[in-house]
């Protein structure tokens, strides 16, 4: 789990083809204490440490993962956001981010607006589906508050402490960008699904309710 606050940026030195996988070593422009087995969020995606030398680490990136994210798209030289994983005690100062990017989106317009950016993200609608004025979510791992929402974009300010710390001011119209939408409505939203066609079953093969006015009023959230 992380936090969405990106602690540096690292520089792509190495990339090797392991079967339909990829072996990704990364050179951190920052002290990066870690060990093999931790994880870290390599711009929103959540990747294992699997060999350090010296202060390059390596990690191994998925058939599944190059799918789901910009990763694939990495070339020797680039820049990547960089996050430790979230410990127990640590400030949560972005939002909760689980390091699993829905999708990919494109930068459409990039204007600046006084000291800060306003970028424009064009998305899936059924990634806008989880996304509300004022909310939450991840562009490449970096936690940012929704401006304004349509059907098959969102909007977002990058401000000047942002742009200095992470990639995104690096990233131009029309590159593609990790999106990771906020958790906690994706499992809202399924707890609002059980009893259809894609809701869980009990064991015994009876479908367990979904949340309803009537199961809401029954446990006390009414008048």
Known sequence: MFTGLVEGIGTIVGISRVGGDVRLTVRPGFSMD??????????????????LTGRVVGMDVSTETLRCTTLG?????????LERALRLGDRL??????????????????????RSWLMRIAVDANLTAYMIDKGSVAVEGVSLTINRTGADFF???????????TVLLERRIGDPVNIETDLIGKYVEKFFLRGNAASRREPEGQERPGI??????QNGFGD
Do not use: F, W
Request: hydrophobic share 30%.
């Open 155 to 165: 909007e977002c300010n990058i401000i000047p402490q942002t742009g200095r710390e």
């Open 73 to 81: 798209r990495l070339k020797t030289g680039d820049t990547v956001n």
């Open 34 to 51: 870690c060990r093999i087995g931790d994880s870290v969020s390599v711009s929103g995606a959540c990747l294992t440490v699997t060999d």
């Open 212 to 217: 309803t006015l009537e199961m809401l009023y």
């Open 93 to 114: 100062g972005g939002h909760l981010v689980a390091g699993h990017v829905d999708g990919v989106g494109t930068i459409r317009t990039k204007e600046r607006r006084e």
